[in-house]
Structures are given as C-alpha cells and as structure tokens.
C-alpha cells in the first residue's frame, strides 16, 4: 500500500503549528515521512533518546520503571524493593504482566509491592539504616527467596545514600546476593536507561555467579522476552520443538539461577533488543557467545526466524524446524484465511516503547492490515533503522509523540485501529475509534509464536468489528445542536 508522502509531510507540519516557535522546531525533528529511498537504506532523520519537552504530556516513563518494571521485577524468586517513597512501587504494582509460574508470596514476588517507603526522617537523616532493617525482615518474611534487589527512586541518589555499601555489608551477613540498582527516575530521559542500568546491574552483581551441572551443543538463552500474558511460554515451546535447550529466560518467568548460569549458553536468542542489547554484547565480548535478533509475532516473521535461527545449528535442528513449520503452517493459514478477510486494509497506527512498533507490523499485514504510522517512546537511531525498511512508502514514523499529536493524526489520517498503551486507550474510545493495548495485550495474550497469533487475530477482529463502534457513532449523530457529549 502506497501512503501519500507529500500530503502526509503537510499534515505533520500542519498539526505541528498549535505548537509555539521553539516547541514546534524541536518536534519537527521527531518526524519522518518514510520515502523509498530511506527504506533502501534504513537512514533515519528521526531524533530520539533526547529529553521530552515539558509540559506536553509525553507517554514516557523513567529510569526506574525500565529497571524495576521491566528487566528486574520479573525475576520472580528474588524479592525486589522499590526504595524511596511509596508512590513508584504502589504504581507499578501488579501492572505489567509479566507472568511468573510459583506460588504469591512463597517463592515467587513479582506481583507484590516491597518498599522502604520514605518518611521525611528519611530524606533528612539518609534511608540507609532502614534498608538493612527491611532486608533482615525480607529474609524473615520470605525464606524461600533467593536474593534481593534495590531498585532506587528518584530521593536516594539525591540525598546522598551509599546502597551499595549496605548491600555489599548486607549480602554478607544474609548470606545472599543483594543488587544494588541506581535507577533513580531523574536519570536519562525515559525508561531507557532504566534497562542500561538494569543490564549493567546483572553484569556487575550475578553474572557468571553459577554453573551449569550440564551443557550441550543445543544449550541457548531467551534474552529481553518478559512473558507478557506467556508470550515467553509460547516462543519457548517451539525452541523445544526445534530441539534446542533453554537454560535462562530473561527476564519474564526468570529466576536468578537463569541470571547466574546464561553465560554457559551456546548462542543467545534476543527478542526485545532495546532493554538488553548490552547484555548480548557484554556475553558476547566476555564469553564469546554469539547472539541474534528474532521476531515471533506472527507466523511470517516466526517462519523467518525460526530458520534464521536452526541455520546456525545442525542438519538435526534444520531437519525439525522444517518438520515443524510443515505441521503449523496450515493452522496458521487457517487463521489468516478467517480473518484476513475481516480486517484487510484496516489503518493502523502504533506507538509502543522500544521494540513492538516494529516487531507487531509483520502480525498486522499477515492480516492484510496496513500500517499508516508508527512511533516509540523510547527507541533509539539503531531501532528506528531497523523499523524503515519495515514501512511503506509514506508511512509517518514518530518518535516521543505527544498526546495531542497522537489524537490529531488518528482523526486527520482516519485510523481504523490504534495500538498504544493505557493512558490512551480510553481517550479514543471516547472517539469512537478502536483501540488495542499492545503493552498489556489488553489483559489477554500470548500473542507471540504460533499459538499467540491465533489469540492476536482474534482480539484484532474483535476490536475492530465489535457493533459498539457504530453505537458510539450513532449517539454523537442524535445529540440535538448545541448539546455536548
Ligand atoms: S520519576 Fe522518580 S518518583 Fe517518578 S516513578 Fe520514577 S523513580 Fe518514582
């Protein structure tokens, strides 16, 4: 599908000009109107990974929500504390799906908030002291956990708190790791270098910590899947399939043994490269493990991937992923064959954080659906090259929108479906246009792997043909003039 280039560079501009003079010249650069020519080369004009402007409601998070929230709070038997104030930790409580097999509370933590929650004596007198206390209680409350985690928020860095001597002291005498993580949200400019910090944490604190009793030829690491609704559980099942070996998950259903023994793994498997490409650089320079990236969402790019990946194993392997996409390949077809019909040339627009406004395209045009723009909250230049070659001709790329942009182009460009996250989802359902949460999968999923496009296509035909729309439609058309809704 060929989008308009030119009418679509006028309607950034046009929507860009409710900005004043400086606003309107620093979002500029955050656009791009893919052309052919930047397809062929990936070249990319959009600026990322630099500050948000204030006061124009961002969709970003911060530092801490990248390390606790994403890479460190689904280790699920090590007990991670938000350390600060009772806000951050209340927040990001149970919210992101990462799910986790184990039992709440006994040897499994994820769902549960665990924090030092700051009184002003804190803040004047330093949270030191009471961050022992709370790991003597942890290790007296939960005995069953293997280590903890001190994930800071924004007051500790600033008042001048030493968490890495109470750790190291600490680790001592409980006899445990204890990683100390300065993920204070003032840091950077999103969640990115929350994750930066997170990898460098697993670096420094529990990697190559333990061995394998066994390795094999087939032994590999899933990196950056964090088991939204069991995404990982469905990517992991075809690997196995395969006949490959997953010796750690990281970090969705991951245990700290996973961190401590990945470095023993013959290649790394890595799916969301934002949050832990420098893991696979680190194991790669450190322990020469080599790595690639995949893509399991839908059955276009996991045929693709499966046989990126068997193609750097032996004829066994090769042998199995042809047998096995043999065996799923009709099913898949039976899926795209309900369904394409259904949502064929349905406009998407996408704005995610780092990895799925690409990596969810090749779902939607499996289903004949068309992406007409796509943005990150928090990629950077490497990502937005990897996502042009993805694009068509005239697609609006998008980097850090705001909410107004975003509301602005879905009307202006007559969006069929938006794929974003909570704080949006109600805004345009308001609008009467569909709408999917691609962070949480809207409490449904998996939607990665073979068994996850079936639920995919299923909540995109269920969104987007729901006979709600037309309700919505059909109240603003009998509001009587004058009236608002
Ligand atoms: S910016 Fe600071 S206070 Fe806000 S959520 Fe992040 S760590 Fe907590």
Request: glycine share 10%; hydrophobic share 40%.
């Amino acid at each position: 599908m060929g989008l308009d280039i030119e009418a679509n560079k006028e309607l950034v501009e046009e929507i860009l000009e409710a900005y004043p003079v400086k606003a309107r010249k620093d979002r500029q650069k955050h656009f791009q109107v893919s052309t052919q020519e930047a397809i062929d080369c990936g070249t990319c004009a959009v600026k990322s990974n630099i500050k948000s402007r204030p006061g124009v409601m961002t969709p970003r998070g911060c530092a801490y929500a990248g390390s606790k929230g994403v890479v460190w709070g689904p280790i699920k038997d090590m007990v991670h504390i938000s350390h600060g104030p009772v806000g951050c930790g209340q927040y990001s409580w149970g919210t992101r799906r990462n799910f986790a097999n184990g039992t709440l509370g006994i040897d499994n933590f994820t769902a549960m908030q665990v924090t030092s929650d700051f009184q002003e004596t804190d803040i004047v007198f330093g949270g030191d002291k009471k961050l022992e206390v709370i790991m003597r209680e942890i290790t007296e409350m939960f005995p069953l956990a293997k280590g903890i985690s001190v994930q800071s928020e924004c007051p500790v860095g600033l008042i001048g708190d030493d968490i890495e001597a109470v750790s190291k002291k600490m680790s001592k005498e409980l006899d445990m790791p204890i990683v100390p993580v300065r993920c204070e949200g003032f840091r950077g400019v999103s969640q990115s270098l929350g994750h930066h910090i997170a990898n460098d944490a697993i670096r420094d604190f529990v990697m190559g910590r333990a061995e394998l009793a066994e390795t094999g030829p087939y032994d590999v690491n899933i990196i950056g899947d964090y088991n939204i609704g069991g995404d990982a559980w469905a990517s992991r099942i075809l690997l196995e399939e395969m006949g490959l070996r997953i010796i750690a998950q990281w970090s969705g259903d991951g245990s700290l043994n996973e961190l401590e023994v990945a470095h023993k793994a013959k290649l790394n498997l890595i799916h969301c490269h934002r949050s832990m490409n420098y893991m696979v650089d680190h194991m790669e320079k450190a322990y020469g493990i080599p790595w690639i990236e995949y893509n399991f969402f839908g059955p276009t790019k996991t045929y693709e991937s499966l046989r990126a990946i068997a193609a750097l194993f032996d004829e066994t392997i090769q042998e199995n992923c042809e047998k096995m996409i043999a065996k799923h390949k009709p099913v898949m077809d039976a899926i795209i064959n309900k369904f394409k019909p259904r949502l064929e040339n349905k406009k998407v627009m996408l704005m995610i954080g780092g990895l799925r406004s690409r990596h969810t395209i090749g779902a939607y045009e499996d289903l004949g659906m068309d992406i007409v723009a796509s943005g990150y909250e928090f990629a950077h230049k490497d990502d937005y090259e990897k996502m042009l070659p993805m694009l068509n001709e005239g697609t609006i790329v998008m980097d850090d929108p705001t909410a107004y942009e975003l509301e602005e182009l879905t009307q202006r460009l007559g969006v069929d479906l938006v794929g974003s996250g909570v704080k949006e989802k109600y805004v345009y359902h308001k609008m009467g246009v569909p709408f999917r949460q691609m962070h949480s999968w809207d409490y449904s999923g998996p939607y990665h792997g073979f068994d996850g496009f079936k639920v995919f296509a299923k909540d995109m035909d269920m969104t987007v043909n729901s006979p709600v729309w037309n309700l919505v439609n059909k109240k603003e058309k009998i509001q009587p003039e004058g009236a608002s809704i």
